[in-house]
C-alpha cells in the first residue's frame, strides 16, 4: 500500500460562518473586529479570499427577511447586526473575486417565491461556475410577516408543509431545460433542441408554477441543497432533501445522537447516509497558549454591555424586568422551561438551576455564539475537539464560527488549518472545481433525463 | 473666458445596452460575437471592462421574468436570447470587478415582492459602493404570469397603478435607516440611533409592507430609477418617478417631439427638466469606411434563417401562415394596425404599405435592433448623428445597443468614444464615484430628513 492509499478517504468539511463582525455577541466592540461588517464589501472579499486560502469548502451566512430585534431600546441600540447585505448578491459579488470557494445563501420559503428563488440561485450557480448552495430555512423569526403583508407568522407545521412543495419547484425549474438542450451551431444556426425544454406546470396545495424558468441548467445540476433546523420538522425536511445539514450541539453525546438520527432517516426517502453530510458549529477562541486563548475569551466577555447580555436572557424570563437583576447573583426565580422547540431555553435554565450559575455567567454563556459550541484553547486542543467529533459519529466536518471577524478566521486558517493537515483529516489542494466535487456530493440527473442518463 | 470655461456645461450620456449576444437578430451566428453569452460570466466581465475603458456612465440588461418564446418551434430552436442571468446578480458579480460603470438592472413591479426587491437593489448599490440603478418594467410579455400562480396577465392600466405604489414603496424601505444613524462607537457600545430608524407600515391598494429594512440607507440614498415605456402609462410613472427614461426613435422629429413630451410631464410633479434623461437607443454598425460599415450590415442581414424573420413579422398578421409567403415578394395583404400601444406595428405595416417593402425587407428592417435605430456608417458619421440629437432637443445621451457583442462594442469604445470625445461631448474622466455623481443627478434626501437637512 502507498502513503496516498494509507490516507483516511472520508474527509473532514469545513464551511466559514462568516456573520459581519463575528459569532460573539459583542464582537463589534473588538479591536480586531470591521465595525460596519454588514455592509463592507472589502471586509466580505477578504474573508472569502481568507476562507478560500484555508481551503475551506464554502462559506456561509444566515439570513431573515426582516430586522433582527432583541431586547429593549438600549439593548437595541447596542448590537452589531441590524444592517447587512442580502446573501445571494453578495455572493454573486465574491464568486468573482474568488475561484474555489462554495457559497451558501440562506433563502426562506415562507417569505420568498420560487419562480423567482430557483432564477437568482441558478444565476448563482452560473456566475460562480458551479459553487452555489441554498440554505432552505421557513423563517422562525416572529416579526417578518409584515414586511409581506402577511396578519400572522404562519405555524410551523403550514411552514414545513410548504417547504417540501416549495424544494421540489424549484428543483423542477431547474431541471426546465436538460443539460444538453443547447447546440449553438453558428454554421447550421440551430441554438438549442425545443424538445428538451420543459414546462414545470406545478399545481399543489401552496404553490402554482407554471415555468419553464428562463436560464439553462445549473453547472451542478442543482446548486447544493443545505437544511439547518434541528427541530423534529427540520430534521425530515433535511432528510427528504438536505445534502448538508448545519447543526447545534455542545457535547459530544448529544452530537452523536443526532448524527445517528438524521442519518437514519435517509433510507425512507431512498437515499444513502453518506448523501447528508452532518455540519454542527464550533466558534473556536484560539491562543498559541492556553492562558493566552483564556485571556482572548476574557477580553471578549468584559466587552458585553448589561443591558445587551440580558437581553439574551429576557425571552427565558418573559414579562420580567431583568434590568433590575444584581448581575452577580442568581436569578431571582426560575420558571419551567416552554414546551417544544426552544432548546436553548432548557439549557439555559438548566445551568441556572443545577449549577447555579449567575446573572452574569449566564448570559456570557450565551453570548460565545448564541449557544453554539465554544472551545477556547491551543490550535493542537481546538484540532482534538473536531478529530474527537469527527471520528467519532458526532460529524462530517464543521461549519467554524468566528467570535471576531475577521481576526478569528485568520487564526483559524494560519493555526488550526496547518495542524489538521498534518493530522491527513483536512485537504491540501481543492479536489473539484465545483462545489459538489470538493464535498464529494453527486451531481443529481435531472427529472426529465432519460432512465439509462438517470442511473449513469 | 479659458478653454476650459468654453467647453458645453451639458454632457452627453452613455449607456451600453449590453444583450448577451448583441441586438441583431442573428447576433449569435456572427464570427464575433460569443455564443453562450447569456450564462457566460467571463463574456459579460469583459463586456463591463470593455464599457468602464470607454467611460460609460451604465451598463443595462432588459428582463422578463419568463422565457422570451416567439414564432413556431423551427424558429424558436434558432433564437439565441433563451437562457441568461438575472440582471441583479449578474451586476452584483461585475462590481466586484469595476470601479466606476454603473449597473442598471430590469426588475418587474407586477411580479416581484416590494420587500424583497428593495432589499437586493439597496444592496447591490452597497456591494457597489453607489452604482446601482433599477430600471421599473410592469412587465409586457404575456407568458409570464403563470410562472406566479396568475391565470391571467393583468392589464396595462392595473399594472401602472401599482408599479407608482410599489415605486413609493421602496424607495420609503431605502429610507428606513436615516443617513446618520450608524454610530458604531467601539469605545461606549452604541451601534446606532434607534430614533433613526422608521417602519414604513404602507397600507395601500396594491400592498401591504411593514418595514424597516434590514439594511442602512444605499450610499446613493436611492438607487438611481429608470424607466423605458414610453406608452402614456409610461412616459407618465416616468415623469413621477423616473430619473433616467430609455427609449426607441428612429427619427430626429419623432425623438424631438418625445423628448419635449416627457420633460413637459415634470412640473406637476414638482421636479425640474434635467431631472429626468432622455436616453434614446442606437445601434450602430461601425466601418472604418463607409463601404466596410455596409458590408458588415450585409454580412449579419445573411445571417438571419427566413424562419426566425418571419417570427417577426407574425404578430403583425395575426392567424397567417407565413411560411409559406415568397420572401421576394410583397406580403399578399397588408391588415390595419391594431388599436392601441404597439407601435411597431404601424411602423412596418406602414413601410409594407407605402414605401413597397418585399417580405425578406420587411424583417430585415427589424432584424437589426428590434425596431431600434440602427446607423450604418464610419466613427464620425456616427458621431454626427449622436451630436445632432444630443444638441437638437432629441436627447440627454444615448443607450448604445451594439449589433455583435462583444465585437461591436469594442468598436464603438476603439472608434466613436474618441471621436466624441475630440469634440468635447463626451467626458475624458468618470467625474464622480457613484452613478449619480456621473450621471450629474442629485442624491435624494430621505423622506424623514429633518426639513432643513431635506432643503440642503
Redesign the interface.
Given at each position: 500500500m502507498t502513503q496516498a492509499q494509507l490516507q483516511p478517504l472520508r474527509k473532514l468539511r469545513l464551511g466559514a460562518f462568516i456573520m459581519a463582525t463575528g459569532h460573539h455577541i459583542?464582537a463589534?466592540?473588538?479591536?480586531g473586529a470591521q465595525?460596519?461588517a454588514?455592509?463592507n464589501?472589502d471586509h466580505y472579499?477578504e474573508l472569502a479570499q481568507t476562507a478560500e486560502r484555508g481551503l475551506f469548502d464554502q462559506v456561509f451566512v444566515a439570513d431573515?427577511?426582516?430586522?433582527?430585534h432583541q431586547g429593549d431600546?438600549e439593548s437595541?441600540?447596542?448590537?452589531?447586526r441590524?444592517?447587512?447585505?442580502?446573501p445571494?448578491?453578495?455572493w454573486?459579488?465574491?464568486?468573482?473575486?474568488t475561484k474555489h470557494i462554495g457559497f451558501v445563501a440562506t433563502a426562506s420559503t415562507t417569505?420568498?417565491?420560487p419562480?423567482?428563488l430557483a432564477?437568482?440561485f441558478?444565476?448563482?450557480d452560473?456566475?460562480s461556475?458551479g459553487r452555489a448552495a441554498w440554505n432552505v430555512v421557513t423563517t422562525s423569526a416572529e416579526n417578518v410577516h409584515?414586511?409581506?403583508?402577511l396578519d400572522a407568522h404562519p405555524d410551523p407545521a403550514l411552514r414545513y408543509e410548504r417547504a417540501h412543495e416549495f424544494v421540489d419547484v424549484v428543483k423542477g425549474l431547474w431541471d426546465s431545460?436538460e443539460d444538453e438542450a443547447?447546440i449553438?451551431d453558428?454554421a447550421s444556426?440551430?441554438?438549442?433542441?425545443?424538445d428538451k425544454l420543459h414546462a414545470l406546470n406545478h399545481i399543489g396545495k401552496h404553490?402554482?408554477?407554471?415555468?419553464?424558468?428562463?436560464?439553462?441548467r445549473p453547472p451542478q445540476g442543482h446548486p447544493v441543497i443545505v437544511q439547518a433546523g434541528s427541530s423534529e420538522d427540520g430534521k425530515e425536511l433535511a432528510a427528504a432533501t438536505a445534502e448538508a445539514i448545519f447543526t447545534a450541539w455542545t457535547s459530544l453525546a448529544e452530537a452523536q445522537a443526532f448524527y445517528k438520527d438524521v442519518k437514519g432517516r435517509l433510507a425512507k426517502y431512498g437515499r444513502r447516509p453518506d448523501q447528508l453530510l452532518v455540519l454542527p458549529g464550533i466558534s473556536p477562541v484560539i491562543g498559541r497558549t492556553e492562558e493566552e486563548a483564556q485571556a482572548k475569551w476574557a477580553e471578549l466577555q468584559a466587552?458585553i454591555?448589561p443591558s445587551?447580555g440580558l437581553a439574551t436572557l429576557a425571552p427565558f424570563w418573559p414579562g420580567e424586568d431583568l434590568s433590575k437583576w444584581d448581575l452577580d447573583a442568581r436569578p431571582p426565580y426560575i420558571p419551567e422551561p416552554p414546551k417544544g422547540i426552544h432548546s436553548r431555553a432548557h439549557v439555559v435554565l438548566e445551568l441556572a438551576r443545577r449549577e447555579r450559575y449567575t446573572v452574569r455567567q449566564l448570559y456570557e454563556y450565551l453570548a460565545g455564539a448564541r449557544g453554539h459550541w465554544v472551545v477556547v484553547g491551543t490550535p493542537v486542543q481546538i484540532a482534538d475537539r473536531i478529530q474527537e467529533w469527527f471520528e467519532n459519529g458526532a460529524a462530517d466536518g464543521f461549519n467554524i464560527m468566528p467570535p471576531v471577524l475577521p481576526q478569528s478566521l485568520n487564526e483559524f486558517v494560519d493555526l488550526v488549518v496547518p495542524e489538521l493537515q498534518k493530522r491527513g483529516l483536512f485537504r491540501t489542494a481543492y479536489e473539484g472545481t465545483t462545489l459538489r466535487e470538493n464535498l464529494g456530493l453527486e451531481r443529481p440527473a435531472s427529472r426529465y433525463a432519460e432512465p439509462q442518463a438517470k442511473a449513469a
Open positions: 459583542a463589534w466592540r473588538h479591536p465595525a460596519d454588514g455592509v464589501i472579499i431573515s427577511p426582516g430586522i433582527w431600546r437595541f441600540s447596542r448590537q452589531g441590524l444592517s447587512h447585505f442580502e445571494v448578491t453578495l454573486a459579488a465574491l464568486s468573482a473575486v417569505y420568498e417565491d419562480y423567482l432564477r437568482k441558478a444565476s448563482l452560473h456566475i461556475k409584515g414586511n409581506f403583508g431545460f443547447f449553438r453558428k444556426g440551430v441554438y438549442f433542441d425545443p404553490l402554482k408554477v407554471k415555468g419553464p424558468l428562463n436560464i439553462e466587552l454591555h445587551v
